[in-house]
């Protein structure tokens, strides 16, 4: 290209700048369009300067710089411009803004039941503790839920286990989560430490501390020279775990067919910390004043039930607690009545979280 | 059971208060469910006569008396009609507490009272409440009115476990105390009487000793059957029993005393005069003393006469042989019966009483012979001036020495984890014992005759730590081999796919296992496949549930009662269901989706939940089984009822194991019965067992493509009776590498769309994982697509 040409051509470029008035871009896409006519790959400018590389040397020596700072010049422009446009359009947003305190709508997130929560935390802990769950069938055989557990028919303490009997069938539903220990033991060689949740049924009347159908968990460890103080210590760990370290627990005497000696185990009540009385020497009604609240029945295997499943009793100890979960989470989050927990009313479902602190 | 605490008190020296007692008794095993205060409620009232009476100086039916308590005289203001000169009153003092309150000094119209003539109703007793209570004539002044009625006492109700029928009784609870507290045990007196050689008991034959290992009789005649004495009622009644004549509340004091059950017949109503202990032939029957007859069955121990059964051993006498006022002869039976065979035939017959409640624990074989003496010297010094008592007849075929019991203080200290001194637990066992003997180590142990829950080291280890205390045991944790802690599969998935529908946004509920043979039978399940429960609670609770459903529209039903818009819920659980083994009991995973997807708010979308909300929460849930491969096709499977899903709106999911799950829009036949049909809710339900079995596939990192992705978005038209499914297989059939997925992004049938027509607008993208794709080789794949949809449906592009 001839120099004179070229020259022209920039003159040309060079007027259409200068005639370009920046505020005539009324917006952030007029601009670019401005931008895109002159610096774009195939813009006016763009197109001029790349014929400077067909000029002479000395002409490309004496236009090149002048061509350069005529972009510069108007790369400038454009971004002053754009400066202005974009503090403007941020000012009228600022204007603009929406009423922040409108409600946002909830997160659709469900919840787990507090049976579960409860269910889950309990074995958590007891998982930590080196424990592994086992399960069995809801519907068991007599000798799984009474017999094996050294409850012969026509023990008094079946009494105190008002069964379901299925019609036309030799079975039951369980009474307890206790017939897991039972299974357990019968096809797995001792040592061995298991934590059993689940159902179990009762022929109740259902009323505010009564279901038919409830859940238990039943925690069983066997090995050598397991002791009633094993016992001991592995429930205050595990009670100081799940209710808090000042938790205080108590035994006492009791029966059950399947442990000797057995216990029944309290601990200090939640909700007066033991005191027996709330603020201002008021009555605690959680405890009925006594400062303990009964949660769970416990003792050391009775070697009659080794013997029945088969273990020899010389050999083998071991120790069983067995505790309710409502109680337990009716006993933390002040539940007043079991049947909430059967009710699934979402306004009581609603309320229990995996809190996060 | 009820204990009188006067009672107790007669025998064992107890030095607290009732309460504080009670405070004691859980350490030592015994439960204290309640306490309970009996007798007068008031205290400050004496007896007193009523000296002289005038009238109220400003009032007409008012009098104004002169009372005295017999140490001093006071002046009294009196409104009942029937007060007069004479009279011996129950007298109120200033500062006496009655259950209205206390009495204070008060001016009556202008005149000083110095206390209050009382009415039955003053004081909280029965009676004619219309006037003041007149007392006996006889009556003492000055004495207090309170302990003249008898006192007070207070009532503990105490539980005793299963395997301690020796504390059921006043005597064996002070014999526990004096044991375990230290307290002093009161001396019995022993019973006086002359036994008269002359007479003889009836002769008792026990042709099943297994079942009656002791059998204590004696004949009494002369008997004069009357009220009983204060005494006896006031004891009797303390504890809930409703006095009847002077023999049979005898035999229940004796009862409630020592533990040991009797009866009392009419000896002349014994037909042959002959006891005969044996199991019931059948067709036999027995009214017995509630009234009621029983059929009686030959697993029934019953006592007979030479000719019918008279009792039901251990359980109840009959009405025939009662002992009324009419009774001349008593024969008095004090016998042991073996748990076993009391408790079979009080279950049988549904029948309980006190006497058997204790034969079905255990009661203590040698205290047979005692309490017949102690009754019959009772009834002899009670029931008639010329009682004649004839000598024992024990007939004892059960008689056992009792086993040695072999321990020593390492073993005990072995099983409590304990590191109680040798004496310490020598002393503990002896506490408990018959009789111990110590030689070296060991020591043998014989056990009363009333412990017999006391039979190996465990049984004494129990008794050691009762005694010496719980709480002095050490805390320690088992050591134990380190092994991997293993979860169950099955509870695994259960728990994880829990958490993952809480996440989309359902709640967690849990249902009662019992269902109605209504419900069952509206989920159309064949009556051979159901689970019945041979005593249901309820009526509505008597079929083991088929499936999680109709426990979820309950639960449902109950919510949209309450007003809930939008209820979403979900429950894992077992279901039953017969079949040729007896119960299939498997853990299913089902959920319920009702109402919008959002509860109404301003920035919600209008949209009701409905299969497809169900079908993306199947298919998330499935998804969280990595490498799990599943079709839509197949039937039922093991599900229960076919039409618990609306057909047309169903879904069966199924897998090489069988069909994994099923959902769909809830049959309508169901959301009426369940009144849930104002919306039409989606249900899904899931077999987590045959989850639990499929083999998730290795979980391997797959790097996205670096190269840019194509998209092309066609909108083809197609009959509706094509489903998308067919359409979405004819292009995966193609195998187009270049394919990476599709997605129907709209659907629209209406007007620019042919009848029977509809428009699916897909989303086509492209992309290889080694090079960006050429435009060209996009434009090319995207022909193919539409000339297959073509070829195969007649599919066109929409203009």
């Known amino acids: ?357 | 059971m009820k204990i009188s605490f006067n009672w107790l008190k007669e025998r064992v020296g107890v030095e607290c208060g009732a309460i504080e007692l009670a405070d004691m008794l859980p350490r030592l095993g015994i439960g204290a469910e309640s306490i309970e205060s009996l007798g007068p409620a008031f205290t400050g009232v004496v007896t007193a006569e009523v000296l002289a009476k005038d009238k109220h100086p400003n009032a007409d039916r008012l009098s104004l008396c002169q009372v005295s308590d017999g140490s001093r005289t006071y002046s009294v203001v009196c409104g009942a009609p029937n007060v007069a000169a004479g009279q011996k009153v129950p007298f109120a003092r200033v500062g006496a507490v009655l259950p209205g309150g206390k009495l204070s000094k008060a001016k009556i119209r202008g005149v000083e009272s110095e206390g209050m003539i009382c009415s039955c109703k003053e004081l909280s007793l029965e009676g004619d409440a219309s006037g003041i209570m007149v007392l006996d004539p006889a009556t003492k002044a000055g004495q207090d009115f309170a302990a003249l009625l008898g006192g007070s006492d207070t009532i503990l109700d105490v539980e005793i476990t299963a395997n301690r029928p020796d504390l059921l009784s006043h005597l064996g609870l002070a014999r526990e105390l004096s044991i375990c507290l230290g307290l002093p045990l009161k001396e019995r007196t022993e019973p006086a009487f002359k036994e008269d050689d002359s007479l003889s008991s009836f002769p008792v034959d026990i042709p099943s000793p297994g079942a009656c290992p002791r059998y204590v009789g004696r004949l009494i005649e002369g008997v004069s059957v009357g009220e009983s004495p204060d005494w006896l009622k006031t004891k009797l009644k303390a504890v809930g029993l409703r006095p009847i004549n002077d023999v049979a509340d005898i035999t229940n004091y004796i009862l409630l005393d020592s533990g040991q059950p009797l009866h009392a017949f009419d000896a002349d109503l014994i037909e042959g005069g002959r006891i005969v202990v044996r199991f019931a032939r059948a067709g036999e029957k027995l009214l017995a003393l509630d009234g009621k007859e029983y059929p009686l069955t030959p697993e029934c121990l019953v006592i007979a006469d030479a000719v019918k059964p008279v009792a039901i051993a251990g359980v109840m006498g009959g009405e025939a042989t009662a002992v009324t006022a009419r009774t001349r002869r008593v024969f008095l039976e004090s016998a042991n019966f073996t748990p076993v065979t009391v408790r079979r035939g009080s279950q049988l017959l549904r029948l309980r009483s006190d006497a058997s409640y204790r034969f079905e624990r255990g009661t203590d074989v040698s205290a047979a012979e005692w309490a017949s003496r102690s009754a019959a010297s009772l009834i002899a010094s009670l029931c008639g001036g010329s009682v004649r008592v004839s000598p024992a007849l024990d007939v004892y075929p059960g008689r056992r020495e009792p086993s040695p019991i072999r321990v020593t203080a390492d073993r005990i200290n072995s099983i409590l984890g304990s590191e109680f001194p040798r004496d310490e637990v020598h002393r503990a066992i002896e506490a408990v014992s018959a009789q111990i003997r110590v030689e070296g180590d060991v020591l043998t142990a014989l056990a009363p005759t009333w412990r017999s829950d006391l039979a190996t080291s465990s049984d004494l280890a129990e008794e050691v730590a009762r005694i010496l205390g719980y709480d002095r045991i050490p805390s320690t944790v088992p050591s134990s081999a380190l092994r991997p802690i293993e979860e169950l599969r099955s509870l695994a998935v259960a728990r994880k796919a829990g958490s993952r529908l809480a996440a989309l946004g359902l709640h967690e509920s849990l249902t009662y296992d019992f269902i109605s043979e209504k419900s069952v039978s509206l989920l159309e399940v064949p009556e051979e496949r159901w689970v019945r429960l041979a005593n249901p609670l309820t009526e509505d609770w008597t079929v083991l549930r088929p499936s999680l459903i109709p426990g979820l529209l309950q639960s449902l039903r109950r919510n949209v009662e309450r007003q809930a818009e939008s209820v979403r819920l979900f429950e894992s659980g077992k279901v039953y269901l017969r079949d040729a083994s007896g119960v299939r009991e498997r853990p299913h995973l089902a959920g319920i989706l009702y109402g919008p997807l959002v509860p109404a708010h301003w920035r919600a979308s209008k949209e009701k939940t409905g299969i497809f909300e169900a079908k993306t929460i199947l298919a998330d849930l499935l998804s969280g089984v990595p490498g799990l491969e599943w079709t839509t096709e197949g039937g039922n499977g093991g599900f229960a009822g076919e039409n618990l899903l609306l057909p047309g709106s169903r879904v069966f999911i199924r897998n090489a194991s069988g069909v994994l799950a099923r959902l769909g829009t809830l049959h309508p036949k169901l959301a009426r019965a369940w009144e849930v049909d104002r919306e039409q809710p989606a249900v899904f339900e899931l077999d987590l067992e045959l989850l639990a079995e499929a083999s998730s596939g290795p979980k391997v990192f797959q790097p996205p493509s670096p190269f840019p992705s194509s998209w092309r978005d066609l909108s083809v038209v197609i009959r509706d009776s094509v489903p998308y499914a067919d359409l979405e297989a004819a292009i995966r059939g193609l195998r187009i590498a270049e394919l990476d997925s599709v997605e129907l992004v709209d659907l629209y049938a209406g007007k620019g769309v042919a009848d029977g027509h509809r428009s699916l607008s897909l989303r086509f993208v492209f992309q290889l994982p080694d090079r960006t794709l050429k435009d060209a080789e996009v434009s090319a794949a995207a022909d193919k697509i539409l000339a297959e949809l073509g070829k195969k449906f007649g599919a066109e592009l929409r203009k």
């Open chain 1, 1 to 357: 290209m001839a120099t004179s040409d070229w020259l022209a051509a920039f003159e040309k470029t060079a007027a259409a700048i200068g005639a370009w008035e920046p505020s005539s871009a009324a917006t952030l896409s007029a601009l670019d369009a401005v931008r895109i006519d002159f610096l774009g790959r195939n813009g006016r400018l763009t197109e001029v300067l790349k014929g400077l590389k067909d000029l002479p040397l000395e002409d490309r020596k004496l236009y090149g710089p002048k061509a350069q700072s005529a972009r510069a010049e108007l790369e400038g422009r454009i971004a002053a411009r754009k400066a202005a446009l974009e503090s403007h359009r941020d000012l009228s947003l600022e204007k603009s803004g929406v009423d922040v305190t409108l409600p946002a709508s909830p997160a659709l997130r469900g919840r787990l039941h507090p049976v579960t929560l409860m269910m889950g935390e309990m074995t958590r802990v007891l998982g930590l503790m080196g424990y592994s769950l086992a399960e069995g069938p809801l519907v068991e055989t007599d000798w799984h839920n009474f017999e094996a557990l050294n409850i012969p028919a026509h023990h008094p303490a079946r009494d105190a286990h008002d069964t379901f009997y299925l019609k036309d069938l030799p079975t039951l539903l369980r009474t307890h989560t206790s017939p897991v220990q039972v299974r357990t033991m019968e096809k797995t060689k001792p040592p061995l430490k298991i934590v059993c949740p689940g159902r179990a049924f009762r022929r109740d009347a259902v009323d505010a501390s009564h279901s038919a159908v409830f859940y238990q968990m039943e925690c069983l460890a066997v090995g050598h020279g397991i002791t009633f103080a094993d016992l001991k210590g592995t429930l205050e760990v595990f009670m100081r775990t799940l209710l808090g370290s000042s938790t205080r627990i108590r035994f006492r005497p009791s029966f059950f067919p399947f442990t000797e000696p057995s216990a029944e185990v309290d601990v200090s009540c939640l909700l007066c910390g033991g005191q027996g009385s709330g603020g201002g020497g008021k009555g605690c009604s959680a405890c009925k004043q006594s400062g303990w609240v009964e949660l769970l029945g416990a003792g050391v295997v009775n070697p009659a039930v080794f013997k029945l499943v088969g273990l020899d009793p010389e050999e083998w100890t071991g120790f069983a607690f067995g505790i309710g979960i409502e109680r337990l989470a009716m006993m933390k989050y002040r539940i007043p009545d079991i049947r909430l927990f059967y009710e699934n009313d979402l306004r009581f479902l609603d309320q229990f979280d995996e809190d996060i602190l």
